[in-house]
């Protein structure tokens, strides 16, 4: 079965960073592109960044830009989001997903809060 | 780009068929017959059910149809079973900066 690990998630003050990660199995992890999508307490789904099978093309939603950094290690099979300069609006549950214009399997989600 | 528009709620008995719309502009869904939908039952993570507008994956039951018309996608799901019971979202992939953007989510619940 193909499956999608994340963990890194935690409380972080706002200004702090934390760095996500997801660990992919069962399934050829360099032929796909990845992505991450977000799910803030009670509210909806929103598309965060996605990266490329080789890493060479990157995309971020907008509210992100300059904060986030997603890559990935082909040889470890894994996925990362490094986030800097947290806001309390980037509290939420954070996915990650395989796929570009669509997306499965997703994994179990990793809480993020950010607060003092 | 703004969130795709859906109606935050849909219900129907045992049985019966339910649609739930999901609206957007042509640069929402552009050129390209990306639009997908995802099944969420409470503190899970969400279920993809129908891909490129109307296509179903493996395992997921055929009472789940997808279909497209104009800057509108639907989400039919027949034979309503309570285990139907979830939130509900569409996403469609434009293009533009190579992100998409999801529907606010409808509650469909079963009666």
């Known amino acids: 079965e193909v499956q999608l690990v994340e963990s890194g998630g935690g409380l972080v003050q706002p200004g702090g960073s934390l760095r996500l990660s997801c660990a992919a199995s069962t399934f050829i992890f360099s032929n796909y592109w990845m992505s991450w999508v977000r799910q803030a307490p009670g509210k909806g789904l929103e598309w965060v960044a996605n990266i490329k099978q080789d890493g060479s093309e990157k995309y971020y939603v907008d509210s992100v830009k300059g904060r986030f950094t997603i890559s990935r290690d082909n040889a470890k099979n894994s996925l990362y989001l490094q986030m800097n300069s947290l806001r309390a609006e980037d509290t939420a549950v954070y996915y990650c997903?395989?796929?570009?214009?669509?997306?499965?399997?997703w994994g179990q989600g990793t809480l993020v809060t950010v607060s003092s | 780009q703004s969130a795709l528009t859906q109606p935050p709620s849909a219900s129907g008995s045992p049985g019966q068929s339910v649609t739930i719309s999901c609206t957007g502009t042509?640069?929402?869904?552009?050129?390209?017959?990306?639009v997908s939908w995802y099944q969420q039952h409470p503190g899970k993570a969400p279920k993809l059910m129908i891909y490129?507008?109307?296509k179903r994956p493996s395992g997921v039951p055929d009472r789940f149809s997808g279909s497209k018309s104009g800057n509108t996608a639907s989400l039919t799901v027949s034979g309503l079973q309570a285990e139907d019971e979830a939130d509900y979202y569409c996403?469609?992939?434009?293009?533009?900066?190579?992100?998409?953007?999801f529907g606010g989510g409808t509650k469909l619940t079963v009666l």
């Open positions: 490129e507008v109307n």
């Open positions: 996403s469609s992939y434009a293009g533009s900066d190579n992100l998409g953007v």
């Open positions: 997903a395989r796929g570009q214009r669509n997306f499965a399997p």
């Open positions: 042509s640069s929402d869904f552009g050129g390209y017959n990306s």
